[in-house]
Structure formats: C-alpha cells, structure tokens
C-alpha cells in the first residue's frame, strides 16, 4: 500500500506539472485517449500495450478514458498505418515491435517510424526457438543434425519480422537450411506448432509462456546475448556455440506533428510506470530487460535500429539493396 501511494502521489506531481505547461497545453489531458494496438489479441504487442494502460489505470497517471483498440493487419501496417495518419492528435497512443521497423522496409507502407513522435523505449526483447514437448528435437545441435539430414520448417509472424530475422541468423549460423512459414498471430503460432504443422518456431517469451508453464512446449534456445530473466535454465545461441544474438525494442510512439509540451507529459508519465511494481512484474513474466530511452535518444535508437534491421534483411535476401 506504501509504494501504490507513493506512485498516486507521483500521478499528482504529473498533474501540477501539466497544468504548468504552456497556453497550447495547459489542459492536457482533457479528452479520451485511445491507445491503438496494431496487432492481434495474445500477442507480445498486445500484453505489452495492455500492461501500460493498466498501469496508467490503476495509479491514476491519466485523468480520462482510455480506450484499447486492436487494428491488425498487413504485420502491424494497418495499425500504425492508422495511427501516423492522426498526425498532430494528442490523444492517440502506439507500441512498436520488431513490426514497426521491419514491416517498411519489405512492404510498400504510407510511413515508416519517422512518421511518429518518439516517446520513450521501455524494454527491449528477444526470441526463443520453441518446440513441442514430445518433439524429436530436445536439443538445438538435434535440430540441426535433422536440418542437415532433411526438410525442417520454422514458422514465424510474418515475412520478415523478428522472427524472421532470428530463423534466419540461427540458420546463417549453424549453416543449415529450413522452410520458413509465416504466420499471422501469436495464438495462431502456438496452433501451428503444438498441432504438428511446424517442427518450431520462434516467438515472442510472452506468446508461449503459457505453454512453457503447462509444460506443452519446450525452448531450446533464446536469441538474446544474455539468458531471460524469465527462462534462466534456456541458454542463449551463442552459448550454444551458435555466433549471433538478436532483440528488439518495445517502446510507445505517437503520430506527428505534437506539441513538444505533449511529447514531454508522455515522457514524463511512462517513466512513472516502468517503476511501478507492475511493470516489473511484466519484465520479468516476458523475459526482458527494462534498457529505457527518452524523446530524441529514442528517435536516434529508432533511426540506427532501421539502418540495421535493413542491412540484415539484404543480407539474408528477404529484400533487395
């Protein structure tokens, strides 16, 4: 009860500081805020967003309504798409993925993430390389020895997400080859896997949690370059002898074209909730790590992370120099 009123209180320091702000916001917040997921219910995306509003929620850190909206589609294209097109409105909220840098560079979206204004970096993520629980394969060199030996398929959301990326720097890697299957959704990962239509895949910790629990799925590997927080007993690919490691960020963004003073309240604000007991809770439950960046950091991170993530698709040929 001491820390929830500690963060009640912070929400109140919020306040006063909004209504400092300048005449173009001196009443923000004033309206209905709609936080927009441009993913599938289940998903990493999807917790994530869901976390955050609940925190803003549950510590009173925004006056109003909150409305939770999930427009997926095209691998996050009609969701962001959707929210760059609100350029100047206040009240519309995202959280970037692998998607939100990947989906521009291999498909022809009507924005990219320089049509959004940065708001902070809470975590950052990897994947595992997951199995069934009876599978043949217990072990990654296993997996390999039946890649080498024949066809194995590995099945991942979309066609050059970092999912994608990950099969193919495992495959790069280990100097095996696979038959990669897009799949839209988390749950829908989890169906094809644990039906028998895949060998494996690779997801998101947070859309197989579950599953590891139930003890229904088994990791074999995990695509960070230190272990998860959550799966300490799955070691790392390249403790494996596997030389590569891959994550990305989750982060919150907003459309164009804000009142700087509107950027710094969200700033603000969403460095109140990753101390929240709340948010650690979910660090830990998905595996990831709290590496946060603000405003003009986190557009930098963002401009550096797309300059690599294209390198590494031309590499792998997903799409062309």
Do not use: H, K
């Amino acid at each position: 009860m001491i820390m929830r009123r500690t963060f009640v209180a912070l929400a109140a320091v919020a306040v006063t500081s909004a209504a400092a702000m300048p005449a173009s916001a001196d009443d923000y917040p004033s309206e209905r805020l709609t936080y927009t997921i441009a993913f599938g219910p289940g998903g990493g995306n999807d917790r994530m967003s869901r976390t955050v509003v609940d925190i803003l929620r549950t510590y009173d850190l925004y006056a109003g309504d909150i409305v939770v909206e999930n427009r997926e589609g095209g691998s996050g294209a009609v969701g962001f798409s959707y929210v760059a097109r609100q350029a100047g409105d206040p009240y519309r909220l995202t959280s970037t993925s692998g998607n939100f840098i990947g989906t521009p560079l291999v498909a022809d979206t009507d924005w990219n993430y320089a049509d959004f204004t940065p708001i902070g970096l809470l975590a950052s993520d990897a994947m595992l390389l997951v199995v069934r629980s009876d599978s043949e394969f217990d072990s990654v060199d296993a997996f390999v020895e039946a890649a080498n030996a024949g066809r194995v398929t590995i099945a991942g959301s979309g066609s050059a997400g970092p999912e994608r990326v990950t099969a193919a720097l495992f495959a790069q890697a280990a100097d095996i080859e696979f038959e990669y299957v897009p799949i839209g959704s988390g749950g829908e990962l989890v169906t094809a896997l644990t039906s028998g239509s895949v060998d494996a895949v690779v997801a998101n910790p947070s859309e197989v949690a579950g599953q590891l629990e139930a003890g229904t799925l088994s990791a074999l590997a995990f695509s960070d370059s230190a272990r998860s927080t959550n799966n300490p007993d799955v070691p790392t690919f390249m403790e494996l002898g596997y030389d590569f490691s891959f994550s990305l960020p989750r982060g919150v963004v907003m459309p164009a074209d804000l009142d700087p003073d509107v950027q710094q309240w969200w700033i603000s604000t969403l460095q109140q909730v990753i101390e929240t007991p709340e948010w650690q809770d979910y660090l830990a439950a998905n595996g990831m790590s709290g590496n946060p960046i603000w405003g003009d950091e986190f557009a930098s991170y963002l401009e550096e992370t797309s300059t690599q993530y294209r390198a590494t698709l031309i590499e792998i040929g997903a799409i062309e120099e």
